[in-house]
């Protein structure tokens, strides 16, 4: 199943090679084109179902980033310990006790922490920064941690996926989901216009691939894919989750990023209420997606955010409703087949 | 080239982002020595060309160092003395007590006032002044202040460069002229040896504040292949050796997202052949660099980083190794002279 | 121009939002302009051509307003909201709202959670709309509001919300009125987004790229009681800028604004913002570089409910625009 292959690939920003060749080969019997840039973006086309009739085609780019935020090793204390710093935002507190996978080699390594009984005080309530963590691989000396785990190598979260019910977990679902919905859409019928698939790089350090990846394919309006907080856990007041399990494919409208473009999102609406998809709005606000690059590449690119709500996003496990996965895949494919240029027309 | 020399005329020039014209002329007549011609962009950057022996069309690297320093800006003038601020990242912290240069009608030298122990409360002496709370003291009446100088003039730190023991050097804007010097080294070299690509030498305007120069002297230059050269944290006292790297123990080879990994190990290739000591200094996210905006210009630069060890950033004593600068120079030469074709083909990522 | 200004400052146009006040400043450009064009993001570009000979000019001045987006409507139809743009808690207890479809709002805050001497932050306020639950509320998660304030003319002062920057769009379009046929193509720019991600103007930049631009946009004073140093004041003439905290204006730019103020016997001040910015910085960015400056008006209060502008320095500013569109630009 692509979602679980995709959540187990090792991917941390800068290092995406794995899951690029897994999506490479899920998609190439089923697109025109497939080509990478020098940054590391996959470009897929799938070209119209009948040739258009308008003297320029229109055209229409989704894009999911294959990047997952991880670890940066940078680097060997004497005893054998690696010391690193994230690459991608990731909160200090779940790293303790944790097990990751360090280099090309996947070397399993554990970042431990001093244990309870030995505490004093106050100490057991004090968060413990990154700065003083270490990975343990099971070297026991500064020459032979340099020779086995490279400056500069990354690590993620050793993980595995597992379905539970009409759930599931894994890691990476950010944004994983995201591309397992692109390569689903890919797998599927032609559109009326030319889809410009991007499984874009680097999203998490900062939207480096897709800034790149619109500025080759020059689209008429865009679409990203995402795996996106979804923050429902019990809380003393009354305020938003963010995005819920089981509520269906969530839509942005504005966040830290970018606002998304209000005919796309009415299009997405007007799919969905048609065919009786469940959908939401995401909390507007909050975080970030590719669209921030996306909408102001060159002229201006009119995009809109659609994502999969994933509980526990940018730790080493998620939890996403296979439902939600399926339904995102449905109103994508659906809008798509209905998006013309006629939406982008304004009253 | 006499490298201590050229550095000194590098440091002691004025050259706030924005305002880099003097170190703009400088610039200038340093390329040109080893260059087949030299370009000022629209925004102000300097490149200086080599053409490469290759048959047309020739493809192209570029090298961005960045020339603009940090600085001061009058925003008010009281009884006299001028009020401050900063232009880009100036520490408020080494302000006290600093010679300075007011570049108004004319070019006034004055002196960042503190006042003396004797009358300060003991806790004020445990407070840093932040730049609204120091004023520049240009030693003349107010009617003729007011007559020299307006808000927004801009103020130049004031510091003779020298040699310290040890082969290093100081002064001011060593971020991020050394490096800059570094390019220089690197077109020197070049001219006595063979290259089939055409070298872009670019010395870019307005990186302390937006990267300006470095962003749209990619746009313009659209090189197939470039590497950013600026400074990075030198062992120091103050500072754990978690964050720093060696002095005088050769350029710092960036390793990260920001670089293209198979430019990384052209350089670190280079460099192991060349015998010479280099570092690898990982960065798990911005570099913070001319790297950062040359990568995402066009449809996307291979970039890499290299870095020249320096201790007391942003202060008016920045203090680089020349042996660094050199080899920095030199590096960059070498690899250089072995790109071809070939190499291009490296760049692109596989999927079959 | 006080009803133009009037017109513009009470109209409806948070950030992303802006359909109201184009339409309302198409409207007033309209006649005025060889052609008028909305781009793929919403801004508004009017182009008023030269005799030829002359340069490429983009002015440009943003349509947004600063506002809030409901977020959540809780179970008694109090609504949660994030803020569009930079909002100051300050200014917001018991201010009003009003969103695109009319209705009215209150801003509480959360008595429980206040502690005195201290202000809140954004998340311990609400908008209550009068609504008795969840079902009944007339807004949904996504619908934007603007603050609700009336224009108020002080004879040489001027209060309104949304002088940032309605009160430049009216002065873009009465430069565009009195402007002869001069020798620059000059494109008249109503951007959006500004307030949020300054997405509006460099996409409009890269689609005209223009030898030249100018942002007009508001700027702080230092002329009230205890007010940090800033040597900007209201009735002071139009500010040029050298530097804010986001970009250095062009120092040719900068030049040129001074030297056709000073020959047009012009008032103007220097200006040096430490903390804001404009359009500006994203217009310079843009393919090989835009020489980029900024024409500032000065404005106290900004951020809040009642922005305060001096109507002279108004008048100056398209007096000052129209001295440098009228003559040669060497920069």
């Not at chain 1, 308008?54 to 680097?75: S, Y």
């Not at chain 2, 880009?88 to 080494?94: F, L, Q």
């Not at chain 2, 000591?277 to 950062?292: L, V």
């Amino acid at each position: 199943m692509i979602l679980q292959q995709l959540s187990e690939a090792l991917g941390v920003s800068g290092n995406e090679d794995a899951v690029r060749k897994i999506i490479a080969d899920a998609v190439r019997d089923h697109v025109d084109e497939l080509r990478t840039d020098t940054i590391g973006n996959l470009f897929a086309v799938k070209k119209a179902q009948a040739a258009q009739g308008a003297k320029r085609a229109f055209k229409v780019m989704l894009a999911a980033h294959m990047d997952e935020v991880g670890l940066m090793i940078t680097g060997h204390d004497g005893n054998g310990g690696l010391r690193f710093q994230p690459v991608g935002t990731i909160d200090d507190r779940v790293l303790l006790g944790k097990v990751l996978l360090v280099g090309p080699d996947k070397i399993p390594g554990v970042i431990g922490v001093k244990p309870v009984h030995l505490l004093k005080g106050d100490e057991g309530k004090q968060v413990v920064k990154i700065d003083d963590m270490r990975i343990d691989i099971g070297a026991s000396s500064k020459e032979e941690a340099e020779g086995l785990v490279k400056l500069g190598q990354v690590a993620a979260f050793s993980t595995r996926y597992n379905k539970v019910g009409r759930t599931a977990t894994g890691k990476a679902f950010d944004d994983r989901a995201g591309c397992a919905v692109l390569v689903e859409l890919l797998r599927g019928a032609r559109f009326p216009f030319d889809l410009h698939a991007v499984f874009t790089v680097q999203e998490e350090v900062g939207l480096r691939g897709a800034h790149v990846a619109t500025s080759a394919v020059e689209p008429d309006c865009a679409f990203v894919l995402e795996g996106t907080i979804c923050d429902d856990l019990p809380k003393d007041k009354d305020i938003s989750p963010t995005t819920e399990l089981g509520k269906g494919p969530a839509i942005s409208l504005m966040d830290r990023s970018a606002f998304a473009d209000r005919r796309l999102v009415d299009h997405l609406i007007a799919t969905a209420e048609k065919l009786g998809i469940p959908y939401q709005f995401k909390q507007p606000g909050i975080g970030g997606t590719d669209a921030g690059t996306i909408t102001r590449s060159k002229a201006g690119v009119p995009t809109a955010p659609v994502s999969v709500p994933c509980r526990y996003i940018h730790s080493p496990v998620s939890r996403l409703s296979l439902d939600d996965f399926e339904n995102t895949v449905r109103l994508m494919r659906e809008s798509l087949k209905r998006l013309t240029p006629d939406v982008l027309k304004r009253s | 080239m006499d490298l201590s020399a050229l550095l000194k005329r590098l440091s002691e020039a004025h050259g706030i982002s924005a305002y880099e014209a003097p170190v703009r002329e400088i610039v200038r007549e340093e390329f040109a020595q080893h260059s087949h011609e030299v370009r000022v962009t629209k925004m102000g950057s300097v490149v200086g060309v080599r053409h490469g022996s290759g048959a047309a069309p020739r493809r192209k690297v570029m090298l961005s160092a960045h020339m603009d320093e940090i600085g001061l800006m009058v925003t008010g003038i009281e009884k006299g003395f001028l009020r401050i601020t900063k232009v880009a990242g100036s520490d408020a912290r080494v302000m006290l007590g600093q010679e300075v240069v007011v570049h108004g009608k004319r070019e006034l030298p004055g002196v960042v006032g503190s006042r003396p122990p004797h009358v300060l409360p003991p806790e004020e002496r445990d407070r840093v002044l932040p730049f609204d709370q120091l004023f520049v003291d240009v030693g003349l009446p107010e009617t003729q202040v007011r007559r020299l100088v307006r808000v927004g003039d801009l103020i130049s730190i004031r510091r003779a460069a020298f040699e310290l023991k040890g082969g290093l050097f100081c002064g001011k804007a060593l971020d991020d002229r050394a490096s800059v010097a570094a390019v220089a080294v690197c077109l020197e070299t070049l001219a006595a040896s063979q290259h089939k690509w055409d070298v872009l030498g670019v010395a870019s305007v307005q990186e302390e504040t937006t990267f300006l120069g470095a962003a749209t002297s990619a746009h313009g230059l659209q090189p197939d292949v470039a590497i950013a050269i600026d400074v990075t944290f030198g062992e120091q006292n103050g500072v754990s050796d978690t964050r720093t790297v060696g002095m005088g123990k050769g350029p710092a080879i960036g390793i990260g997202p920001n670089f293209h990994p198979e430019l990384v190990k052209a350089l670190v290739d280079t460099a192991s052949k060349l015998e010479m000591p280099y570092q690898i200094e990982p960065r798990p996210g911005a570099s913070g660099t001319d790297a950062w905006p040359i990568q995402v210009a066009r449809d996307g630069i291979p970039t890499a980083l290299l870095s020249i060890p320096l201790r007391y950033m942003h202060t008016p004593v920045e203090t680089v190794s020349l042996r660094d600068i050199e080899r920095t120079g030199k590096l960059m030469a070498a690899f250089i002279a072995h790109l071809d074709d070939e190499f291009v083909k490296t760049l692109t990522f596989a999927i079959d | 121009m006080k009803d133009l200004i009037k017109k513009l400052t009470e109209a409806y146009g948070p950030s992303g939002y802006e359909h109201s006040i184009r339409q309302i400043i198409r409207d007033e450009v309209r006649g005025y302009a060889d052609e008028i064009r909305t781009n793929a993001l919403g801004s508004l570009i009017a182009l008023k051509r030269g005799k030829g000979k002359g340069k490429k000019v983009m002015l440009a001045a943003h349509m947004d307003e600063i506002g809030v987006m409901v977020t959540y409507i809780d179970e008694k139809g109090f609504c949660r909201f994030a803020s569009i743009g930079g909002l100051y808690p300050l200014t917001l207890l018991g201010g009003r709202v009003v969103f695109g479809n009319g209705t009215v709002g209150v801003i509480g805050m959360e008595e429980k959670h206040f502690e005195r001497g201290k202000t809140p932050p954004l998340d311990q306020f609400y908008i209550d709309v009068g609504a008795k639950d969840k079902a009944s509320c007339p807004v949904k998660v996504g619908d934007a509001a603007g603050f609700s304030r009336p224009f108020e003319d002080l004879g040489d002062r001027l209060v309104a919300k949304t002088m940032d920057d309605r009160v430049a769009c009216a002065i873009l379009i009465e430069t565009l009125r009195k402007l002869r046929r001069c020798a620059h193509d000059v494109y008249f720019v109503f951007t959006v987004q500004e307030e949020a991600t300054l997405a509006g103007a460099g996409t409009s930049a890269y689609g005209i790229n223009p030898d030249m631009a100018l942002a007009v946009d508001v700027t702080d004073t230092g002329d009230t009681p205890e007010s940090n140093h800033m040597a900007v004041a209201l009735g002071g003439g139009p500010a040029i800028k050298v530097q804010d905290s986001g970009m250095v204006a062009h120092a040719g730019v900068k030049e040129l604004l001074v030297r056709r103020a000073e020959e047009a016997k012009l008032q103007y001040q220097l200006e040096v913002l430490t903390a804001g910015t404009t359009d500006a910085m994203a217009i310079q960015m843009v393919r090989e570089g835009i020489p980029t400056g900024c024409l500032s008006i000065p404005c106290r209060y900004i951020h809040s409910p009642s922005e305060m502008v001096d109507y002279g320095d108004v008048q100056n500013s398209v007096k000052l625009l129209l001295a440098i569109l009228s003559k040669s630009i060497e920069l």
